[in-house]
């Protein structure tokens, strides 16, 4: 089996190094030369870990290769897969398909008779079946599959969510489309993954209600911590109390400063959207998307707070900038909210940050960046951990105390303990736990 994968972001560079891995003939193809010279050098253009490792090992074994040459890429796959991005349109908060479609039209130009054309972006539903219209209209005639087959890994942990899923889901409406995401999904059925093959919208809003129903979780337990910080309970241990009842389950029930990333931002706002279109409104996640929304900037109050009634000209240091650990990525990340409202109110903010610096510095400006963590905390009024990093976890708290000027510490991640923390003299404000515990 040939595949060739169309977009070298995040879903499309993972998902053909890891199909590489599985051991077939994979061709990544992105417009980006710069990119694909770097990617053929091994130089892996994102951070996530163990990736470099793969896609060195299998440019070496002659399965991976990386190109700005579409058709011929195309001509000779026996599958392509879309992945390239699907952004938030302006105004209306839709998903733009224009790069979908730009690609759909570029493969029917190109492709042999029978190629399986899977679409692995995210998209709104109905968006294979236009996909296929366009493919026919410009090779009128010619023989070839749709197939849908949305991708669920996480950011830092994408390689692991690739090779050990939850489930694989397929929307293939013919044998052709069918057989050939059985044949590449063989490794992973070996391993006894559920391999879910349906109709294409349903495939296509799985992801959607995947996703928005996560990001409503969260946002729950986001709410619940406001309500335990009120009436004196610990939100962790409220978690851990319902997150055991298997019908609820414990994972994504870490309160924390709001969801961000590339995906969940993105993918709510396109499915209120979509709701909205077809009169099904989702008010549950057109509220989680507003709630989410002034969680952030009740992220910045909280820091404010602390700095008393004249934070001008006081100083904040920030532990963690990208949207959460093992990864450089800030698109939609909390701290791009908090930081900015702190600057308006006049305070000076430094922040440390393992990985994202790059990313985030021409999005913050004015923002200072410290290559160490603990100089962060030198001369601040007030610290805050906006994203958990392990390396944050250990940190020497009294190392952190002596360097401080104000007292006041705002774990927005729960990664340290009140009674560690006051041990050093400092104050401790943790999320969903009345203040000071
Ligand atoms: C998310 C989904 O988890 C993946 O399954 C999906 O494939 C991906 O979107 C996508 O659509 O491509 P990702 O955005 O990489 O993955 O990151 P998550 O680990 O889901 O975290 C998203 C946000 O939620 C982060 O800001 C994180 O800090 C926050 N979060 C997560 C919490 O605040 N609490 C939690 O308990 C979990």
Redesign the pocket.
């Known amino acids: 089996m040939r595949i060739a994968m169309i977009g070298t972001g995040?879903?499309g560079l993972v998902s053909g190094v890891c199909f590489s891995e599985f051991g077939f003939d994979v061709t990544c193809v992105d417009i980006d030369t710069d990119k694909i010279a770097r990617l053929n050098q091994g130089e892996v253009p994102i951070y996530e870990p163990g990736l470099d490792t793969l896609i060195e090992r299998n440019l070496e074994a002659g399965r991976l290769a990386f190109t700005t040459d579409f058709d011929t890429a195309v001509k000779k796959a026996d599958v392509v897969f879309i992945a390239v991005g699907t952004p938030s349109r302006r105004g209306d908060g839709e998903a733009d398909l224009t790069y979908v479609y730009a690609a759909a039209r570029q493969i029917a130009a190109a492709m042999t008779p029978e190629t399986v054309v899977v679409i692995k972006s995210?998209v709104v539903v109905g968006t294979c079946r236009k996909v296929a219209e366009i493919i026919r209209e410009e090779r009128p005639g010619v023989p070839f599959s749709i197939a849908s087959n949305p991708?669920?890994?996480?950011?830092?942990s994408a390689i692991e969510?690739f090779m050990r899923p939850d489930r694989v889901v397929v929307g293939a409406e013919d044998e052709l489309g069918e057989a050939a995401m059985r044949k590449l999904y063989r490794p992973l059925y070996l391993r006894e993954t559920p391999i879910l093959v349906s109709t294409l919208e349903n495939a296509e809003l799985t992801?959607y209600a995947?996703?928005a129903f996560?990001a409503l979780k969260?946002t729950f337990?986001n709410e619940v911590a406001d309500l335990c910080e009120k009436v004196g309970a610990d939100v962790q241990k409220v978690a851990s109390g319902i997150g055991l009842d298997k019908r609820i389950g414990g994972?994504?029930?870490?309160?924390?400063p709001?969801?961000?990333?590339?995906?969940?931002p993105k993918?709510t706002t396109a499915l209120a959207a979509t709701g909205q279109r077809h009169g099904a409104p989702l008010r549950l996640v057109e509220t989680t998307i507003a709630v989410n929304e002034t969680r952030k900037r009740d992220m910045a109050d909280r820091v404010l707070a602390a700095l008393g009634p004249d934070p001008k000209g006081k100083r904040v240091g920030i532990l963690g900038i990208a949207?959460?650990p093992n990864t450089d990525d800030v698109r939609d990340?909390?701290s791009l909210v908090i930081v900015p409202a702190l600057q308006e109110a006049g305070v000076e903010v430094v922040a440390h940050d393992p990985e994202a610096r790059e990313q985030a510095e021409p999005l913050l400006p004015g923002l200072v960046w410290c290559d160490n963590p603990y100089d962060v905390a030198d001369g601040v009024d007030a610290l805050a951990i906006i994203t958990e990093w392990n390396v944050y976890r250990g940190l020497s708290l009294a190392d952190i105390a002596g360097r401080m000027r104000g007292r006041d510490v705002i774990d927005m991640r729960n990664i340290w303990q009140a009674a560690d923390v006051h041990e050093a003299g400092l104050t401790y404000r943790g999320i969903g736990k009345r203040a000071g515990l």
Do not use: Q
């Open positions: 995040y879903v995210t991708e669920f890994l996480r950011e830092g969510d992801k995947a996703n996560l969260i337990i994972k994504f029930l870490h309160a924390g709001g969801f961000g990333g590339s995906c969940f993918d949207f959460k990340a909390p």
